[in-house]
Structures are given as C-alpha cells and as structure tokens.
C-alpha cells in the first residue's frame, strides 16, 4: 500500500483541540475527490488538552490518517521532521494544523513540482499574487518582516517568504536533508531551505491563499528571540559543516 502513496500531508499539532477535528474533514474531503492515494500523519507535540484523545478517535474511524506523539513538547521544527521521515508518499507537503493555507492550494504546490520546476514547492505570502484574504495583526506583519530581513542578511537570500506553514518536497528531497535538520523550532522552515539550497535543490516560491488565525501559538516576544538565536545557530551549524 505504502509504495502507491503519491501525496503524503503531514501536520504537527499542539493544544489544537478546538479545531483538529474540522481540520483532518477538510483534508479529507478534499484528498477524496483527488485520482491518487494518499496518506495524513499528524504528529502531537505533547498537548495538554484533548487533541490526543480526538486524534486517537479520528484515526481509528480513518485508516489514511496515521497519529504519532511526542512524550513532550518538543517543538513545531521536531514534529515536522518526525512525521516527514515516516511519511511514504512520492510527494510530502506539510501543513499548520489551523489551515491558513487552505489545502486546497495544494494543487498550486503539486503542479510546479510536477512539471519539473522545482524540487520543493513552498507557499509564499509575500508575491505580489499572494491572496492575503485575513492580514496579521501590525505587530505580528512588523516582526515578520523583520524577521525576514535577518533572514535575508545572516542565512541566505532571495526568499521572500520562509516562514509560510506550506511546503511540499519531492520524496528524495525529504530524505537527504530532513536527516541534517537540527532546529526544533519555529525557525526550522528556514534551517531546511538553507541545506536545500546548499545540496542545489531547486526550490520555488508560490503564491497562495492565506488566512491569519487568531490562535497563533508564536510568543511575539519570546518566539521572535528564539528564532533569531536560531539563525545564528544555522550559520555556525554550517561553519561546523554540521550540514
């Protein structure tokens, strides 16, 4: 079964009890009326409230839908990379599990990757065809551009968008630089692209639909700190020749 996978989505999850369930019909919906098989592996990141217990529920009435968890809350970063290194599928897209961009944009991902012009496929809200139908808050756009700029100065240019919860690989992809990944956090998106780029992989930005939720687990504060700290941890990951 797992050889005639074609699409393998993946989402990390935490505290998500309020909208999980809503989220894997919309996923599944959506994948049913596609002509290729696929699988859904959600991985639980040490939640405190009844996501575990739904998700449980969830993946016994759904033999597509594989659930795996973390002891403890390890981080978005861990999650993803978790899930992708068990995913069979000739194509792995990992999504947020509040659907900011609405699965549906998938198609958008899969058709670049398809007809060979990249390797990975990553959603961006930050072309001028961006769909930005609910904007962020003006502190969380500030510290996205900041955040952006940082990136562009200290890891690697020429991305506009890193930080999008959309992105989709070739399963080859997956498999030689999902291995080196050592960020466990929210800068993670960045870390991947970064040892993408070194491997010359060819990696395109996409623009999509995209919604702000208001159930943001990124800290302004402590968040914007940590992944900052992250860049730099990247660069010397590099110097090391950790990658």
């Known amino acids: 079964m797992f050889n005639s996978i074609f699409l ?17 019909q919309k996923i599944q919906e959506y994948l049913e009326k596609q002509d290729y098989n696929y699988e859904i592996i959600v991985v ?9 217990e739904l998700l449980k529920e969830t993946a016994q009435q759904n033999e597509e839908i594989y659930i795996m968890r973390n002891g403890e809350n390890k981080g978005k970063g861990y999650s993803v990379k978790k899930g992708v290194l068990q995913s069979h599928g000739e194509y792995i897209l990992f999504s947020d599990a509040d659907l900011s961009t609405p699965i ?8 670049s990757l398809l007809a060979r012009e990249c ?3 990553i959603g961006s809200r930050g072309l001028s065809d961006s769909d930005i139908q609910i904007p962020q808050p003006w502190y969380r756009r500030t510290m996205g551009r900041i955040f952006n700029l940082l ?19 070739r399963r080859r992809v997956v498999y030689e630089i999902f291995p080196k990944q ?17 491997y010359h992989y060819r990696i395109k930005e996409i623009p999509v639909r995209w919604f702000n939720s208001p159930f943001s ?27």
């Open 104 to 111: 549906e944009e998938a198609e958008k991902l899969l058709s």
């Open 44 to 52: 639980d990141d040490g939640s405190k409230d009844n996501t575990w």
């Open 182 to 198: 050592r960020i466990n956090g929210f800068s993670f998106d960045v870390e991947i692209l970064y040892i993408a780029r070194k």
């Open 217 to 243: 687990h990124v800290h302004p504060i402590r968040s914007s700190l940590e992944m900052f700290l992250d860049l730099i941890k990247i660069k010397i990951n590099d110097w090391r020749e950790k990658y």
């Open 8 to 24: 393998s989505i993946v989402i990390p999850t935490y505290n998500e009890e309020k909208r999980i369930g809503l989220t894997l």
């Open 151 to 169: 990136v562009q100065i200290i890891v690697m240019r020429g991305i506009k968008d890193t930080q999008c919860g959309f992105k989709c690989f």
């Open 119 to 121: 390797d990975i496929a």
